[in-house]
Each structure stands twice: as structure tokens, then as C-alpha cells.
């Protein structure tokens, strides 16, 4: 009797305690962040501009808040909005807003390897390698700066032999912008006309336009309906490409590695790997699986965001001649006829601002790559799970009111005081916060620096003729790509 008497005492108690929970839960749940009633099965899909899915985010915010859920297909995402709010998740709250959410037209490619679509320790050791490598190649020391300028010899020289007649500039910015990254992964430049060096290009170009094109969103929101055709199988072929030369490319470099005398980021990852096989009983990260997509990493994010900000430097500066003048005249003043190098910034407040302005107004990298929530977490009152999608919209920080006095306006004051000195602004966001901002952060300052100082030293920048109204629309894609290519590059006595 006893025994019955515990048993069923015991089960009560069981019962008790998964009901109070299971309230919980529900009760929790019913808190999550607010946001607009879809549809059976489609959710908010025929509500969002799915070209721009960014200024419809930002008319939400205005009725729900700055946190806010929509729904996409079965999928419910959470919204951030605003500076305060997303430098609180990603900095303030780094640990729970960290992860890297699976996003269906990456995952059976990247198979949570690399560093991007990483997660846990297989992140941590990518991102840790990344960063040490980089480093040691010159990110943030005079030996890159070398690579930088040397490859801005090349770019002018380019510029030049048009003789001030009309050209588009956004394939030669790329490959100079490319090679700089070239340089760190493979141990050597490559010629703007090699006709391999122009394939990988437009393969990466293509993905990152196609990854935020409205018939991928409709794939990752549905992926059951991938063996349809669609831009997802474009992108699939895409990566298997650049995957395959990344394989052949590390295959010539385990022939002739030393690693006594390391002369690129893949040799950097092969000595480790090497290192690594002599200690079988532990677990490593340095397989060539992981090489693949790390390398394909590096360099899709090295080459796209910066070459994009060129592109828009270049324009602003057609579009606003009295800035550019201004340009002119600090670089005249700074510098001379001597080479550009990343420390002269410190001298050069306007065109520090200036270049700092091109960032934000550009809008390079508006949405973010999805993060998701490691573990449940209570947030700016609301309750958000564990494994919910976020987007923290760099969008909205980057065109905060709170923050800059005319957000939707190309205005280099941003970045300046009452007296003419460069401005810090905590949110300036371009390269995202906390435990995801961009590793290569520092090299992709120091090349805008050098290439844009190195360009408007040598030319002044106009529109083709007859030309008078400059379109500042941009591309549909992962990231904000100018419309408009064409310029002239008038030498400078």
C-alpha cells in the first residue's frame, strides 16, 4: 500500500510539474514579439516586397515596434529595428542572438561548414583561424597596404587608358577589389583579362544577387519544392564550380607546401591540417571539406561588399561634384603626389567622413545574414524560443532618425563636429556587431581608404555626356548593387 501510495504521489507530482511547465511554455509563447496576421501556409509572403523586403520592415516597425515577428511560408521570423534595439541583441545579448540560422538554399551546400553558415565549434575554429590568418598576412599592418597600392597601380593605369571617354566601371572594380583577397588565398594576383579569374567573379557576383531574389525567398520558404527549376539550382551549379576550383587549387598547393614558408591563407590552412593529423585522438576542424567552404567564404564576402562600395563612392562623387571637389583638395593638401597609405585618414577628416557617409547611405549589406537564437530568451519584453530566425535590419541602423540628423540624405556631417573633426558613430553598422561582424572588417576599411584616395588623386569623376540626372537606384539582390555603372575619369593635372 505504501508503495501505491508513493507511485501514485510520485505521478502526481510529474503531472503537476509538466502542466505548470507546459503553461509556461504556452503563456511564454503568447508573448512572442507581435506582428502582422497572415495567411494559411503562405504567411506574410503576398505583404512583403520581396525586392526590398527592408522598407516594408520599416513600416512595420512603425505599427508594431521595434521588435516584431512575420511570418514566411510555415517559418515565423523576428524583426530588430533600429540602433538601440540591435545593438542590444548582437552586442548586449551576443551569447543569444549569435547563431547562424539554416537557411535551405545554403544548407545541403555549405553542410554547416565554413565559417558564415557555421554554428558552435566548428565556427569558432573557422572564425578563430580566419581572423589569425588574416592577421598574419598583413590585415592591419603596412605588408598589405603594399598589396593594396600595388594593385591600385594596375586600377589607375586601367582608368587612364580611356582617356577620359565614357566606361563601366563595376567588372574592373571587382577584379581589382578581388585581388586584393586573391592575393591572401592563393599567394598571387591574377590578370584582369584571365578568362578563370573572370568566371569565379561572375559566379560569386551571380550568387549574391540571386541569394536575395525573390524566387529564392519563395524556395527557402518552401524548400520541398526544390526539384523544380528555379534560381536555387542556378546556385547550386554556381558553388559547385567555385567549389571545385577551390579543390583543384589546394591540391597543387599540398604539392609544393613548405610549411616552413607559408605563402597564402590556403597553405596557412594545410600546415594546420598537417599539424592537426599528427594528433588523431582529438578531434579537428582542418579538413578539406571545411577549406572548401571557408575559402569560398573569404572570398565572397571579400570581394563583394567592397568592390560595391567603390562602385557607389565613384557615383556619389559624379552625383555631388562639391564634395568631391572637397576631396580633391584634402588629398592635395594631405598628401600630394605621394602614395596614399591608410594612416594619412588620420589627417583627413573630411574624406574620412566622406568615405564613412558612402557606407551608410549606400546601404551595402541591408538586411544582414539571418541569425538565430541559440537558447529561449526573454527580450525588450517579449519571449523569443530557441532556433528563432532574426533579422537585425542594418538598414534600419544605418537610416536611424535617433541617430543621424538627415538619414535619407548623403551628408558627410554625419561623420563630423561643429569644427570640422572626424565624428565616431556607434551606429555605424555597415560591417554588422558583436560575435558576427565581419573578421575582415579591417581590410575592407583599409582598401577603401587606399583605392578611393588613390582614384580621386589621380581623376576627377563625371557623368558620360549629356548625362544629367544621376540614377541612384540600386540592383535586386543580397546586396545593394548601383543600377548605374557608366563614368568618365578625367585626369588631374
Known amino acids: 500500500m505504501d508503495f501505491t501510495f508513493s507511485l501514485a504521489t510520485y505521478l502526481v507530482l510529474v503531472v503537476t510539474v509538466l502542466y505548470i511547465l507546459s503553461n509556461w511554455k504556452r503563456k511564454a509563447l503568447n508573448n512572442f514579439p507581435p506582428g502582422p496576421k497572415g495567411w494559411p501556409l503562405v504567411g506574410n509572403v503576398f505583404s512583403i516586397d520581396l525586392k526590398k523586403p527592408q522598407r516594408t520592415y520599416i513600416e512595420l516597425s512603425k505599427k508594431y515596434g521595434p521588435v516584431f515577428s512575420v511570418q514566411m511560408g510555415r517559418k515565423k521570423m523576428v524583426i530588430l529595428v533600429g540602433y538601440e534595439t540591435v545593438k542590444d541583441a548582437l552586442v548586449t545579448h551576443a551569447e543569444e542572438f549569435g547563431g547562424r540560422a539554416s537557411i535551405p538554399v545554403n544548407k545541403n551546400l555549405e553542410k554547416g561548414l565554413g565559417m558564415i553558415f557555421s554554428n558552435g565549434e566548428n565556427w569558432k575554429a573557422m572564425r578563430r583561424f580566419t581572423i589569425t590568418t588574416l592577421k598574419d598576412f598583413g590585415m592591419g599592418k603596412s605588408t598589405i597596404e603594399e598589396t593594396i597600392a600595388h594593385e591600385c597601380s594596375y586600377l589607375v593605369q586601367y582608368f587612364a587608358s580611356f582617356k577620359g571617354k565614357p566606361f563601366d566601371n563595376s567588372t574592373i572594380l571587382i577584379t581589382s577589389v578581388a585581388n586584393i583577397i586573391v592575393a591572401i588565398l592563393l599567394g598571387h594576383r591574377m590578370e584582369y583579362e584571365d578568362p578563370v579569374f573572370l568566371r569565379l567573379l561572375n559566379l560569386n557576383s551571380e550568387y549574391v544577387k540571386l541569394l536575395g531574389s525573390p524566387m529564392v525567398t519563395i524556395y527557402n520558404m518552401f524548400p520541398a519544392l526544390g526539384f523544380l527549376p528555379g534560381c536555387h539550382k542556378t546556385i547550386e551549379r554556381n558553388m559547385k564550380e567555385l567549389y571545385a576550383f577551390v579543390r583543384r587549387t589546394f591540391v597543387e598547393h599540398q604539392k609544393n607546401l613548405d610549411i616552413h614558408d607559408q605563402r597564402s591563407f590556403i597553405d596557412a590552412f594545410l600546415a594546420r591540417q598537417k599539424e592537426e593529423a599528427k594528433h588523431p585522438e582529438t578531434k579537428s576542424y582542418f579538413h578539406n571539406e571545411n577549406l572548401v567552404r571557408l575559402v569560398r567564404n573569404v572570398f565572397s564576402a571579400g570581394v563583394e561588399t567592397t568592390s560595391t562600395a567603390l562602385r557607389w563612392a565613384l557615383l556619389l562623387m559624379i552625383k ?67 532556433g528563432t530566425y532574426i533579422i537585425p535590419l542594418l538598414s534600419s541602423v544605418l537610416k536611424d532618425k535617433t541617430q543621424f540628423d538627415a538619414p535619407e540624405e548623403f551628408n558627410p556631417n554625419h561623420f563630423l563636429d561643429s569644427e570640422g573633426n572626424f565624428l565616431k558613430k556607434e551606429a555605424f553598422m555597415p560591417f554588422s556587431a558583436g560575435r558576427r561582424a565581419c573578421p575582415g572588417e579591417i581590410l575592407a576599411r583599409m582598401e577603401l581608404f587606399i583605392f578611393f584616395t588613390s582614384l580621386l588623386q589621380k581623376f576627377s569623376f563625371q557623368p558620360p555626356p549629356g548625362v544629367t540626372n544621376i540614377n541612384l537606384s540600386s540592383d535586386v539582390g543580397f546586396t545593394s548593387v548601383p543600377l548605374e555603372g557608366m563614368i568618365c575619369a578625367i585626369p588631374r593635372a
Open 320 to 386: 555631388y561634384p562639391d564634395i568631391q571637389e572637397k576631396v580633391h583638395d584634402e588629398i592635395s593638401r594631405v598628401i600630394g603626389s605621394a602614395h596614399p597609405t591608410y594612416s594619412h585618414r588620420t589627417q583627413m577628416p573630411f574624406t574620412n567622413a566622406v568615405i564613412h557617409e558612402i557606407l551608410r547611405f549606400a546601404d551595402i549589406v541591408p538586411l544582414n545574414v539571418p541569425h538565430e537564437t541559440t537558447r529561449d530568451v526573454h527580450f525588450k519584453g517579449y519571449f523569443i524560443p530557441k
